[in-house]
């Protein structure tokens, strides 16, 4: 329990108890350094304190192995601490494999988050403890920021950008996520809560409140067909455009001859400026669908191109990376 | 130069720099060409904006005393932190001691009659001037809500607040920065009297130095990113906005690699403050005098590579991150260097416990809180917490007011004997030197705690939770103000009313001692020759101290 007056968040996440140790390691070290000085001044201040007034002091002779102890020791604990420091950040960037997706949307001022199967929430998300989440980031305007201090977890939502943060939730409860990054006007009102459920909670939560959404794998193939996408990205590989089977986290060759892999940023990326990475043996023929979308039909459209992931990949007309141009 | 004994009733002499006239009235001030006169134009102007910054930031705490916000819109809470911070950082902050200081005390402590380029100085000053204009037109007219960093596409598409102007007057702003910061170089290199080696150089010169690298480098890239800013602002041309194909990180990029090294701008020349009054007061040879001119030029130069460490929350690779991270840890060193050496320097010293010294330890003490805040913040994996929350806010303000300001406020109290010949209530001032600490450290210090709990920076509205931190704020805010409110009132007083000083009356080692209080228009009646090592206070006698061993009784009885 939380006293009256806490000096830290609650630990609802993996990451905040490595954090809190971290702090208690900095914490100390840096405790230790000010008490030291402040206690060294406060003792001169009044022991050598003037005793006539024209007192001069004793000049100590400088000492070139006083200086290098006083930078040799700071730097070997600040070393310490951005060790330490780098790995738990590691840790952090590092997404694992099996992760349950929701896309959050930043926009003036609110949050709206999507589960898995369609699913919408506006600010509130929704999530099951002991499952690692992975949260996809994207902003409809300004800069944003998702900020969980339960969890220790933030990362800024970025116009243009898919950002992606991961955690563990460890504790049932509700927790007041923020946003962090300046946004206008309502910045501060643009917060909500994360419930995290138990497993079971968390799926009869899910069936329950799913009348009347549509899946965005649904709404992304009608969208597919819609914007006529499906004109030259023909599934089995005989369109002007290379088919999108199985393309969803595999390795993309470009036309410059470099190698980048299929995941949600690359492909946000090839919808609104198809221009920027070319996929080999390909004309720059694609318009452009920027402004045209909003972020939420981007998400149905990665939904649906995740979904191809299963299907056959035709022998030509693919576009993925031969197993030979692998590095 | 003779020392007269205090019993004797002083005068200020005939002829000084205040009371020369190249013209009538105004006209001799806003034509002068004097480098202590600029000075003094810098002294009132950088003061119009500490005060209309110290006023909003009395209204932003009067706001959040309740978690609903006790006093204006959001709208208006946005302008009120936005102009808060573009008040103190361009317009008070970055001019406040190189201009004050620096243009009045640089040439006196070289032994030169005036800067390098006069004229130069005095635009300088005219560009400053214009670029407030433009900034309080903005604030006049809708006002600003972006924040003080600007970001993009906020600040350039999104906002409704006066931003052109703004971003203007900042622009211009910059170049009374650049100009500064060639004068000083120019006169550091070309114009020291002769004896005043490099290694002889006041510690204030030194950072000085290494602070107009930075306005020289860095301050030309702010300079454009705002301009970009606003041309992207008025005529959609797409340099930060992902809708025209431009990139909002690009923006962040380009501003912290000179917001950065502004922090260095702010501190530096405190530093330099303090490097005077600690040996003065301690009456010794600062010990390492080196290495504290040498760790100002190092973190001249590595703070120059350290402004990313800003963007770890921004999807920044994570290489680049683990690089900046490592570099901020670097940058830590010299001025841990320096708190080292100024400690030592109080060991066996012959301390007083005049005003300028009460406010230098009180910059050390807040400084070292403000420095080692800044390694939690330099850590990545704790980074990711604590960003863009309170501790940030906590941290910046023990480092730019704990640290500058407090630098200001003790450098305002060691040099005005000098810039206005009088002295000031002894008692009073160090009773605000302590009214400053405590009331600073009583804003400040639950901020830390607030910021670690989670509450975001630039909130007009919080959660119940963090209100009793945030009240403990606000009480210890109205302390800070008394604390700033009574030297600008007794030091306003002394002006007219204080006794008069003498050329020398702690008595310090510096040239600017060395010539009478005010000083000649021409500083010195015969250029001086440098004979003596720096804060040397044993081999000279001109000073009238004890001779040049040290009394042995006290001290021995003390060892």
């Given at each position: 329990m939380q006293s009256q007056l806490p000096i830290y968040p609650e630990q609802?996440?993996?990451f905040a108890p490595q954090v809190d140790a971290l702090m208690l390691f900095i914490s100390g070290i840096c405790v230790f350094f000010a008490a030291a000085v402040t206690v060294a001044i406060v003792v001169f201040f009044f022991k050598?304190?003037?005793?006539?007034?024209?007192a001069v002091g004793i000049t100590i002779e400088e000492d070139a192995r006083l200086e290098a102890l006083w930078m040799i020791v700071p730097l070997i604990l600040s070393m310490a601490m951005f060790g330490w420091g780098a790995v738990v950040y590691v840790d952090y960037r590092?997404?694992?494999?099996?992760t349950l997706d929701i896309y959050v949307i930043g926009k003036q001022w609110m949050w709206k988050a999507q589960q898995p199967n369609g699913l919408k929430e506006i600010n509130e998300c929704h999530v099951p403890v002991g499952r690692n989440i992975r949260l996809i980031l994207s902003s409809e305007d300004v800069i944003h920021d998702f900020f969980v201090p339960a969890f220790r977890v933030k990362m800024d939502v970025v116009p243009g950008h898919y950002n992606t943060m991961w955690f563990r939730p460890t504790k049932p409860g509700r927790y007041h996520f923020f946003?962090?990054?300046?946004?206008?006007?309502?910045h501060a009102l643009m917060g909500g809560w994360v419930t995290v459920m138990e497993p079971s909670d968390y799926a009869a939560w899910l069936s329950g409140s799913a009348a009347g959404n549509v899946n965005p794998v649904v709404t992304g193939e009608k969208l597919f067909a819609e914007k006529a996408c499906s004109t030259c990205h023909v599934a089995n590989g005989t369109g002007r455009s290379p088919s999108l089977?199985?393309?969803?986290?595999a390795q993309v060759l470009l036309a410059d001859g470099s190698i980048v892999i299929a995941d949600e940023a690359y492909i946000r990326e090839s919808i609104l400026?198809?221009?920027a990475k070319i996929v080999a043996g390909?004309?720059?023929l694609m318009p452009t669908f920027q402004g045209q979308l909003t972020e939420e039909q981007v998400f149905a459209l990665i939904a649906y191109i995740k979904s191809l992931q299963s299907q056959p990949v035709p022998a030509?007309?693919?576009g993925i990376a031969p197993p030979t141009g692998k590095r | 130069m003779s020392n007269t004994p205090p019993t004797l009733v002083r005068e200020l002499p005939h002829k000084h720099y205040l009371n020369a006239?190249?013209?009538a009235g105004l006209r001799s001030w806003l034509l002068t060409t004097d480098h202590k006169r600029i000075a003094l134009l810098y002294l009132a102007s950088v003061t119009v904006f500490f005060f209309i910054g110290g006023v909003l930031a009395t209204m932003i705490r009067i706001h959040l005393l309740t978690p609903g916000g006790a006093l204006v819109t959001p709208e208006t809470y946005n302008k009120l932190f936005t102009m808060h911070g573009v008040a103190m950082i361009f317009f008070f902050l970055i001019p406040s001691i190189p201009a004050v200081f620096g243009n009045f005390l640089i040439p006196l402590m070289i032994g030169a009659?005036?800067?390098?380029?006069p004229k130069i100085n005095l635009l300088s000053w005219y560009i400053y001037v214009i670029g407030g204009c433009f900034v309080l037109y903005s604030f006049g007219t809708g006002g600003l809500d972006t924040?003080?960093?600007?970001?993009?596409p906020l600040s350039?598409?999104?906002?409704?607040?006066?931003?052109t102007p703004a971003v203007l007057g900042i622009f211009i702003n910059g170049f009374s920065s650049i100009l500064t910061g060639l004068n000083f170089i120019v006169t550091i290199h070309?114009?020291?009297?002769?004896?005043?080696t490099w290694f002889r150089m006041p510690l204030f010169v030194w950072a000085h130095y290494a602070t107009s690298l930075v306005m020289i480098l860095g301050t030309p890239v702010v300079a454009i990113t705002l301009l970009l800013a606003g041309l992207e602002r008025m005529f959609?041309?797409?340099?930060?906005?992902p809708a025209l194909g431009?990139?909002?990180?690009l923006f962040q990029h380009l501003f912290w690699f000179y917001s950065h090294p502004a922090v260095y701008i702010m501190i530096l020349p405190a530093m330099g403050v303090i490097s005077e009054i600690i040996p003065t007061f301690a009456r010794k040879p600062i010990f390492g005098y080196a290495f504290i001119a040498g760790s100002s030029i190092a973190i001249a130069v590595i703070g120059f590579?350290?402004?990313?460490?800003?963007?770890?929350?921004?999807?920044?690779s994570t290489y680049a991150a683990l690089t900046f991270s490592f570099l901020s840890y670097l940058v830590a060193i010299p001025s841990a260097v320096k708190v080292f050496n100024w400690t030592s320097t109080l060991y066996k010293g012959s301390i007083s416990w005049d005003p300028p010294m009460i406010y230098a330890l009180g910059f050390i003490g807040l400084f070292v809180i403000g420095g080692l805040t800044g390694l939690f913040l330099a850590c990545l994996g704790l980074d990711i917490h604590i960003h863009d929350t309170y501790f940030v806010v906590a941290h910046f303000h023990y480092i730019m007011v704990g640290g500058a300001v407090m630098g200001y406020v003790g450098g305002l109290h060691f040099w005005w004997p000098k810039i206005t010949g009088r002295l000031y209530p002894r008692s009073l001032s160090r009773f605000a030197a302590v009214v400053l600490f405590i009331g600073f450290n009583l804003t400040f210090f639950p901020q830390f705690i607030l910021g670690y709990l989670g509450m975001p920076r630039r909130y007009h509205t919080y959660p119940p939770e963090f209100q009793v931190l945030n009240v403990l704020s606000t009480a210890g805010a109205s302390i800070l103000a008394l604390g700033y409110l009574l030297p600008m009132s007794y030091l306003t007083w002394s002006?007219?009313?204080?006794?008069v000083a003498g050329p020398n009356p702690w008595p310090a080692?510096?040239?600017?001692?060395?010539?009478?209080s005010p000083p000649l228009t021409e500083n010195f009646e015969v250029t001086p020759v440098v004979t003596w090592e720096p804060y040397?206070?044993?081999?000279?006698p001109d000073l009238g101290l004890?001779?040049?061993?040290?009394?042995p009784a006290p001290a021995h009885g003390d060892d």
């Open positions: 609802a996440s993996n050598y304190r003037r005793k006539t007034p024209d590092n997404v694992p494999q099996d946003c962090s990054q300046y946004c206008g006007t309502n089977n199985g393309v969803y986290g400026q198809p221009n390909y004309q720059p030509t007309g693919a | 006239t190249y013209g009659k005036d800067l390098a380029f924040g003080w960093t600007f970001y993009t350039s598409v999104y906002s409704n607040s006066a931003v070309t114009m020291r009297a002769p004896g005043m959609h041309l797409g340099f930060f906005n431009g990139d909002p990180i590579l350290v402004w990313a460490h800003h963007m770890f929350v921004t999807g920044e002006m007219r009313y204080g006794r080692t510096g040239l600017e001692w060395k010539t009478d040397d206070f044993k081999n000279r004890g001779t040049g061993t040290p009394s």
